[in-house]
């Protein structure tokens, strides 16, 4: 989804190839056993094919020029994705396995999780969450608030600097445009659950 | 003196694939050794000013990094280890992604099951093993991506490593695994680092008694 928060914001147009998830489970999917990981998504560029979400979202920054004005931005750009990554993953682990057993402690945790990225936030001028413009970084962490926010409506309560990055990002004409779009409200969250 | 300083615990962790960085590319660094006792206390400064509560940290005269990827990525930018165009440079991406995730299934494994699930976690590994297998298979150069050693190499090579330490037979059928390995450690700087007491005197992680 941060690819598609990536391209709608910087105006360009691309293809969804939805992969039916029994299919995939049932191992009917070429596309599984040609992934070079065996898993999705996939992303291709005419003949050029990717794995890895993140690999997919850096390639994106670097045609993009979302990727910060010098090395210097660009590791920082990559060491906050990074921390992006790492509680995306805990949210993922939380979300597919642990929704019964496990909601009470991961939503006591996660104001530790989010405070890092308040800090962030609250010391970049730009309002970005890395460097002096809008970097690949931002697509992973207002994806990563929208999943929160969806599971706990007040998550942000205490984090204003975070409350108002999500409002800047989605006030953004295009990635605005795409929020509000068919095609994204219809697409759900978890595959059966209804959050 | 050393421009580079690794302030990490003592053992080879997540700083290792960076310090296999630095070696090859006949850098210095300094180690700023860090007390996991001290660490987890909850008085450590330290900590409480890592961006993400988290270690290892990378310093390069004033700048400041945090995230072992994000140090890996960095050092590749700084030494043409990120492939020769865009492409390559997603592709070493991808492939040090894949890396990442079986190495975060390996300190899973070490964190959580290394006494009980060890039986389970080598019945599982050849089928993470295989795809680094293909990819090899795929490059007549013998690294993961493109014509020369990449940062995804140093981090792949790490991760075998401490595989080789739980099975030393573990990579046996896999021909390009093992040549990778071979041809990699017989790189002289590399070959050199590998030899050094430092390096023997690491644990690879918390549970590495040797």
């Not at chain 1, 920082?76 to 057993?101: A, C, P, Q």
């Not at chain 1, 706990?152 to 999500?166: G, I, N, R």
């Not at chain 2, 007549?140 to 030393?168: E, M």
Request: overall charge neutral; proline content about 5%; aromatic content about 10%.
């Amino acid at each position: 989804r941060r690819s598609s928060d990536l391209l709608a914001d910087q105006g360009c147009e691309w293809k969804e190839e939805v992969v039916p998830l029994n299919e995939w489970h049932e191992g009917k999917c070429e596309l599984r056993k040609t992934a070079v990981f065996g898993q999705v998504p996939r992303f291709t560029d005419g003949d050029f094919i990717l794995f890895q979400s993140n690999a997919i979202l850096r390639y994106l920054g670097r045609k993009h020029d979302l990727y910060g004005k010098n090395d210097k931005e660009a590791a920082l750009i990559d060491m906050v994705n990074d921390g992006v990554e790492d509680l995306r993953m805990k949210y993922l682990r939380f979300f597919f396995h642990e929704w019964e057993t496990g909601k009470e402690k991961y939503l006591e945790e996660l104001p530790n999780q989010l405070r890092p990225f308040e800090r962030l936030v609250s010391q970049n001028p730009s309002g970005f969450l890395m460097g002096s413009n809008i970097s690949f970084a931002d697509y992973s962490l207002l994806d990563l608030l929208q999943n929160h926010l969806i599971v706990a409506p007040d998550c942000l309560k205490d984090f204003p600097h975070l409350q108002a990055y999500k409002d800047k990002m989605e006030a953004r004409p295009k990635l605005k445009a795409y929020l509000e779009s068919e095609a994204h409200k219809n697409r759900p969250i978890h595959p059966t659950r209804k959050v | 003196m050393a421009k580079y300083t690794i302030t990490y615990f003592p053992v080879r962790g997540r700083a290792e694939p960076m310090r296999l960085l630095l070696a090859d590319q006949g850098e210095q660094w300094n180690e700023e050794v860090v007390d996991i006792q001290e660490w987890m206390s909850g008085k450590s400064e330290l900590k409480k000013n890592a961006v993400f509560g988290q270690l290892p940290r990378l310093r390069d005269g004033d700048f400041e990094l945090y995230q072992s990827n994000a140090m890996l990525r960095y050092l590749a930018r700084k030494h043409g280890l990120y492939g020769k165009n865009e492409k390559e440079a997603a592709l070493i991406d991808m492939v040090n992604d894949g890396a990442e995730d079986f190495r975060q299934k390996f300190g899973k494994f070490v964190w959580n099951e290394y006494e009980t699930g060890k039986d389970k976690y080598l019945a599982e590994l050849p089928n993470q093993l295989s795809p680094f297998e293909r990819i090899l298979s795929k490059n007549p150069s013998g690294f993961v991506v493109g014509n020369q050693i990449s940062y995804a190499d140093y981090n792949l090579l790490d991760v075998l490593h401490n595989h080789l330490i739980l099975s030393p037979d573990c990579i046996d059928a896999f021909p390009h695994l093992k040549a990778y390995v071979a041809k990699l450690e017989s790189r002289p700087k590399l070959k050199a680092y590998l030899a050094t007491e430092a390096r023997k005197k690491r644990p690879a992680h918390p549970k590495d008694k040797r």
